[in-house]
């Protein structure tokens, strides 16, 4: 099927599979299995690769070239790229709600990734994106645009780690936190590199954030000051991982934003 074939081919692309392996990180490091996390992972990738699709779109940043080649809707039509991001987006909840065993964890994972991925999240933070375009936003404003925009879905994905792995309200309130720090430095970071890495170095097209006339943190702080900016996040991400016994694999992912920014 055309659809099948579209989903598979954004999700079969490549990329830092960040979401999936910030839940399957998060899970183990509260005592839960990989095999438990597995669906919930699924869920964010699908989630995020659908968003990817959409992001690409003529509509909205209007780009050929993701994971290194071409778009959704270069390599089929529009249509079908809509539509499976639209097929992703519904049956990432799919994923969840018939993989998790657990009644509660099933609906607290689905819950979280509702938010994180909706008007309160993901799609929220995109659209106040675009309204940004052209003028420049506080500090405050680019802070909500990126802890929403992409913040959001890469917190949600460690809390539901954490949900499916049966942390209790206070580990997840850790949780939550290096989330929200990392979250934030990764889109830091990316404002970094779209200005100064190349295409082969992004598996998309740089320069992006500049052309449309987008506020970033190198815009806002200079590159030095964003690179200071996303340092302090990653630290204070590390600190929220004090009190876990198991976090190797959280700190490990935090040392990788570490070597990305640098």
Same mark, same amino acid.
């Not at 996390?37 to 509509?59: G, K, N, Q, R």
């Given at each position: 099927?055309?659809?099948?074939?579209?989903?598979?081919?954004?999700l079969?692309?490549?990329?830092?599979?960040?979401?999936?392996?910030?839940?399957?990180?998060?899970?183990?490091?509260?005592?839960?299995?990989?095999?438990q996390?597995?669906?919930?992972?699924?869920?964010?990738?699908?989630?995020?690769?659908?968003?990817?699709?959409?992001?690409?779109?003529?509509?909205m940043?209007?780009?050929?070239?993701?994971?290194?080649?071409?778009?959704?809707?270069?390599?089929?039509?529009?249509?079908?790229?809509?539509?499976?991001?639209?097929?992703?987006? @519904? %049956?990432?909840?799919?994923?969840? *709600?018939? $993989?998790?065993?657990?009644? =509660?964890k099933?609906?607290? #994972? !689905?819950?979280?990734?509702?938010?994180?991925?909706?008007?309160?999240?993901m799609?929220?933070?995109q659209?106040?994106?675009?309204?940004?375009?052209?003028?420049?936003?506080?500090?405050?404003?680019?802070?909500?645009?990126?802890?929403?925009?992409?913040?959001?879905?890469?917190?949600?994905?460690?809390?539901?780690?954490?949900?499916?792995?049966?942390?209790?309200?206070?580990?997840?309130?850790?949780?939550?936190?290096?989330?929200?720090?990392?979250?934030?430095?990764?889109?830091?970071?990316?404002?970094?590199?779209?200005?100064?890495?190349?295409?082969?170095?992004?598996?998309?097209?740089?320069?992006?954030?500049?052309?449309s006339?987008?506020? @970033? %943190?190198?815009?806002?702080?200079? *590159?030095? $000051?964003?690179?200071?900016? =996303?340092?302090?996040?990653? #630290? !204070?991400?590390?600190r929220?991982?004090d009190?876990?016994?198991?976090?190797?694999?959280?700190?490990?992912?935090?040392?990788?934003?570490?070597?990305?920014?640098?």
């Open positions: 099927m055309r659809l099948v074939d579209a989903m598979n081919y954004s079969q692309a490549g990329g830092k599979r960040l979401r999936p392996m910030l839940v399957l990180a998060a899970c183990e490091s509260v005592g839960g299995s990989i095999e996390a597995l669906p919930v992972a699924a869920a964010f990738e699908m989630i995020h690769t659908y968003s990817l699709i959409h992001d690409d779109l003529p509509a940043d209007d780009d050929d070239l993701r994971r290194g080649q071409p778009t959704c809707h270069k390599a089929f039509d529009e249509a079908t790229a809509i539509l499976a991001g639209d097929a992703m987006a @519904t %049956y990432a909840f799919q994923a969840i *709600l018939s $993989g998790i065993s657990d009644p =509660a099933a609906v607290a #994972a !689905a819950l979280e990734l509702a938010i994180a991925a909706g008007l309160d999240g799609v929220g933070g659209m106040a994106d675009l309204e940004g375009e052209g003028r420049q936003p506080s500090p405050e404003e680019l802070r909500y645009i990126h802890e929403h925009k992409t913040g959001a879905l890469i917190t949600g994905a460690v809390v539901c780690g954490g949900i499916v792995g049966g942390a209790d309200q206070k580990t997840l309130g850790q949780l939550r936190g290096y989330g929200k720090s990392i979250g934030l430095a990764f889109q830091v970071i990316d404002d970094i590199l779209d200005e100064t890495a190349t295409a082969a170095e992004l598996g998309k097209s740089p320069g992006k954030d500049s052309a006339d987008k506020m @970033t %943190y190198p815009r806002l702080y200079g *590159l030095d $000051g964003a690179r200071k900016y =996303a340092d302090e996040l990653i #630290a !204070a991400a590390r929220e991982l009190a876990l016994d198991n976090a190797d694999s959280l700190r490990t992912i935090a040392e990788y934003f570490v070597a990305r920014t640098h």
